[in-house]
């Protein structure tokens, strides 16, 4: 097992968990819940995901949050598709979830600046064009 990754799971998983009460949190656990429900459909001759299954889990429930993390990590070892699809949820929503809502940022523009086109921002996800 790749340590660092099923860790990376673990962090996303739970983060995503927390925030669930937020419109852009339910929006991240909703994604992971897609995730979970395709693995499961697709299933694996003689392999049984006992607690993942067409039943969301509750994001506010610590034990069936552990059981989806722990379920969800042993089966991408054997799925590379789910391993993907991790992956791929991880890279895309958990950024938005995971902020350090403890940091500041600083942005000043003085005296004789001629700006035409400005951004100035803390934490960015996706491209800006101007």
């Known amino acids: 097992m790749d340590i660092d990754a099923a860790s990376t799971i673990t962090e996303a998983i739970t983060a995503a968990a927390g925030a669930a009460g937020t419109a852009v949190g339910r929006q991240a656990w909703e994604a992971l819940q897609a995730v979970a429900r395709r693995t499961f459909r697709r299933g694996e001759p003689g392999a049984e995901l006992t607690t993942v299954s067409e039943e969301p889990v509750d994001p506010a429930d610590q034990q069936q949050v552990r059981e989806l993390i722990t379920t969800l990590i042993d089966r991408r070892e054997q799925d590379p598709e789910l391993a993907a699809e991790l992956a791929d949820w991880v890279g895309t929503q958990v950024f938005v979830v995971k902020i350090d809502q403890t940091s500041t940022v600083s942005n ?15 934490d960015f996800g996706g491209s800006i064009t101007l």
Do not use: E, M, S
């Open 108 to 122: 000043t523009v003085r005296d004789n600046a001629q700006v035409t086109k400005l951004v100035q921002g803390r």
